[in-house]
């Protein structure tokens, strides 16, 4: 035995977790329990996009979405089932869940009672973080004010009633899949906890608000540069111990301190070669472990192969146990900080505090966070144009990717194509569910329980007790969000594709005047309409291609996220677009494309070329083509100069010709 074994008792682990749900609740349910018989030791859940968005599954925008990137929970019956013989009391739930939070949360609490747990010992978190949301993954309703105030409203609530739960996990993960630097990631993160703070500040009495302060987590990233990483997350420590005292007056240590959880780097995960990614995700996991001052409490790993599709059980089970082994193989958790007095540690992590520093500053003379989105939206799209240009530069090397392309076939691509689908017939199982549940229930305490949630939101009162009492009377998802947006209003977030050219034009020469010769025979400029049919709000694919064609000089028309098929195929006949995009990241590509096709021909719009971009395989690319669409593209064309020259070429084949 070690001299540390001797000294002092080993830490003890991080929450084990796994970000997972699909097709149906009750799927969901069996998925849950077993990955806790593997050693799993907290749930977190991952919610389908009419359910992050606020409609049912038989709303006409869920549509092909229902269950494909989570579960569906579209009432109390769902969540019951979602939980069924797993007892609330004794789990840590995490709900990544945003414009919908007050509502799953008043639902768990609805189901935790039923089975008889006393509300002030749950334990978990609810991610209901608004802000982050109109940045980078777009599954908002409302505008930032009356988000901002839901927010606290859940805050306040859990303060007084579950006082174990961590009411807003501010999320920085997403801002780094957007392509925020680490200060990016920083200042835009704790930008969003002071905005926060700052709304819960005179809603609880003065002695109460450092405890307060003490439950607000954080959910972050770690991306494959781990130094870099791990000098963040000891960054964030310092940053958010020097807010809470300096700005919010926190004497105790304890409430001062940076709890977090995080999912390890999702965006370098890639197509090609994917078995590689075991490696990228083991590397990032050591950001968030290897440094005691900076450990996460809570990790979840994705798995190998998320850049194809969905995990199957095996699959998550595999990033589970490269937790376990971590944790329990290694002797990691024996030993206090590696990193204290390092000096290159040092120098790195008060950089990233500087530049943070510096950006907050600069947030706080725009107003704030809040007042800020337009600009922090801008510089995360600009960022990202960036990180791509090094990766087509070959300035940033990814294995298998732009260097050591070739590779012997991968023997973890079995038969199923190395992924999970879901049954299509799921979704109209899921539909009769649910209008058995509205026929089922009593309509009378319906409406009555959403007069009280309205009335309660116009009156500017707390909305979780109203909230938790429709939960019981059996009011849907769809029905709890209708009342939001009627009192609050809905909201288009900004897409921070500026109409003007970047100075970032080098290499686009050839391409540039390929689009002016194109333009001189079209007899005005090349119009490409971008668009993102359906509810998903992962933009930053749809953004760099907008970006991208603007600076080869296009005349691009992008109005952001969930559109439907029907507006985009008006908003082609009105701009007189000569090319189409599609981007799609959610799984449902297959009846979305198959609906704008149909009403392109419908609409004369025909001769038009329709191009898709997302996560497809290849079985789905090939009947896509024979869907009538032009081009396909997949994670794995990175390079979007070759992009920009097919859309020329699709659009004026004389440039085929001269090439």
Known sequence: MTETNKDRQADRPWLFRTYAGHSTAKASNALYRSNLSKGQTGLSVAFDLPTQTGYDSDHILAKGEVGKVGVPVCHLGDMRALFDDIPLEQMNTSMTINATAPWLLSLYIAVAEEQGADISKLQGTVQNDLIKEYLSRGTYICPPKPSLKMIADVAEYCYS????????????????????TPEQELSFALATAQAVLDELRPRVPEEDFPAMVGRISFFVNAGIRFVTEMCKMRAFVDLWDEICEKRYGVENPKFRRFRYGVQVNSLGLTEQQPENNVYRILIEMLAVT????????????????????????????????????????????????????NP?????????????????????????????????????????AERLNRIEKNETIVVGVNKWTEGEPSPLMTGDGGIMTVDPAMEADQVDRLQGWKADRD????????????A????????????????????????????????????????????????????????????????????????????KPGLDGHSNGAEQIAF??????????????????????????????????????????????????????????????????????????????????????TPKDFELNAIMKDIVMLVDPKVAAAE
């Open 290 to 341: 290897l440094s005691k001052k900076a450990r996460a409490r809570a990790v979840q790993l994705p798995a190998w192969n998320e850049a194809l599709g969905l995990p199957r059980p095996w699959d998550q089970q595999w990033s589970l146990r490269m937790q376990q082994i971590m944790a329990y193989e290694t002797d990691l958790l024996e030993y206090e900080d590696l990193f204290d007095g």
């Open 161 to 180: 009633n579950v006082p174990k739960w961590n009411p807003m996990n501010v999320c920085s993960y997403h801002l780094q899949e957007a392509g925020a």
């Open 456 to 531: 309660a939101a116009q009156a500017g009162d707390n909305v979780m007790p109203a909230s938790i009492a429709a939960a019981k009377a059996g009011v849907t998802t769809g029905e709890w969000a209708a009342q939001m947006r009627a009192v609050f209003g809905e909201y288009r977030g900004p897409t921070g594709v500026s109409k003007s050219v970047s100075n970032k034009t080098e290499g686009l020469e050839d391409i540039r005047e390929a689009v002016n010769m194109a333009s001189d025979r079209l007899g005005r400029r090349l119009k490409f309409l971008v668009g």
């Open 443 to 454: 309509q009378a305490a319906v409406d009555k329980a959403l007069a009280d949630l309205r």
């Open 548 to 633: 991208r064609a603007r600076d080869c000089g296009m005349d691009i028309d992008y109005e952001g996220i969930r559109l439907t098929p029907e507006e985009l195929v008006k908003a082609a006949q009105e701009t007189r677009a000569h090319v189409v995009g599609l981007s799609i990241l959610s799984g449902s590509h297959m009846p979305l494309v198959e609906d704008l096709m149909d009403r392109m021909r419908g609409a004369g719009l025909g001769h038009i070329p329709v191009i898709v971009g997302g996560i497809i395989p290849d079985n789905d690319a090939a009947r896509l083509l024979e869907m009538g669409v032009a081009k396909v593209y």
């Open 344 to 384: 290159a540690v040092d120098a790195k992590v008060e950089a990233l505090k500087d530049g943070a520093r510096h950006e907050l500053a600069n947030l706080d003379s725009m107003g704030g966070a809040v007042a800020a989105i337009d600009y922090m939206k801008g510089r995360l799209v600009d960022s990202n």
